[in-house]
């Protein structure tokens, strides 16, 4: 029996996770797996994919954001501040972050669009920019979520958020214009503009709802983390990690029709190895080299490339 090509990229996706869970719960039975801990491996994987969702807009159509963590960080702090300080409560807090995100995703776009330069490059130098900016709104001080203002650090708020989130994300990628027009600039970007497409439009508009995705990550990493810190010297991208990885599923299970299922569920792929790691006790750099390399192996073997065809 032929097996349907959305099903068999389900079955490879639920055959990593089923296989993942097994091998770190045979090994380390007493802290690891239970019915309780399988759910807060899900909820923090919620985190990184809801960015992720987003970011497959940019990642597909050729270009990338190395200011993902200085986004995250900034739209965190602007939403905190205008939740507490400034007195808007939870309308502060959850349009702060949101457009927080989406306007740097904007200024990316823009500057990618007009400098005519790499995209790593522009972003890399903005996320300086951001990471100061961040400084300055908080001060320099920690900035703490009240406990009034946490409902979507747990369920069902998270939930909810995250599934609405991913409803957005699902539209826009297959019942609009935007989301036509992004696998057609991935794939030929010069016959797309030839067809009379405004392509720096929609890159612009890629990064901006990547942007708006990210300020929702980050209104829900510090509901769960209950604080931020802002830093410098770019050490914000340590947060760029998660949700690219998670992108990286998007990308190797297009061929089967579900890029972004396969980002909620390689999320929690990832979140499960992680957790696993820890309840060994596997120093970081252990869990980077080996989460790294499982991911090549994933991708390797999930994406076929036809003969003839230019790998980019």
Do not use: H
Not at 125 to 142: K, Q, R, W
Request: hydrophobic letters at 55%.
């Amino acid at each position: 029996m032929k097996i349907n090509n959305k099903l068999k990229g389900y079955l490879i996706l639920i055959f990593l996770v089923v296989v993942s869970w097994a091998i770190f719960k045979i090994v380390t039975p007493n802290n690891f797996g239970a019915p309780e801990q399988m759910l807060q491996y899900f909820e923090t994987s919620l985190l990184a994919a809801t960015g992720a969702i987003g970011f497959y807009f940019v990642i597909v159509m050729g270009m990338f954001d190395f200011s993902i963590g200085a986004n995250i960080i900034l739209s965190s702090i602007v939403g905190c501040v205008l939740g507490t300080t400034c007195g808007f409560g939870y309308f502060g807090f959850i349009f702060g972050s949101i457009l927080c995100g989406a306007l740097v995703g904007l200024i990316n776009g823009t500057m990618y669009t007009v400098l005519r330069i790499p995209s790593m490059i522009v972003t890399a130098g903005l996320a300086l920019i951001y990471e100061a900016l961040a400084n300055f709104v908080s001060g320099g001080a920690e900035q703490i979520l009240p406990s009034d203002l946490r409902f979507f650090g747990s369920m069902p708020g998270n939930i909810i958020l995250a599934a609405c989130a991913f409803v957005i994300a699902y539209i826009l990628l297959n019942y609009t214009k935007l989301g036509t027009y992004t696998y057609a600039i991935g794939s030929n970007e010069l016959m797309t503009k030839n067809m009379g497409i405004q392509v720096n439009k929609y890159k612009i508009l890629a990064f901006v709802i990547s942007g708006a995705f990210f300020g929702i990550q980050a209104l829900l990493s510090i509901s769960y983390g209950t604080s931020v810190v802002a830093v410098t010297g770019m050490t914000s991208m340590a947060r760029n990690f998660a949700p690219t990885m998670g992108c990286f599923f998007g990308l190797a299970f297009r061929k089967y029709g579900i890029p972004l299922q396969a980002i909620i569920i390689g999320q929690f792929f990832l979140s499960i190895v992680t957790f696993g790691f820890i309840a060994l006790g596997a120093a970081t750099a252990v869990q980077d080299v080996i989460t790294g390399f499982m991911l090549l192996v994933i991708i390797a073997l999930t994406t076929r490339v036809m003969k003839g065809e230019v790998v980019k």
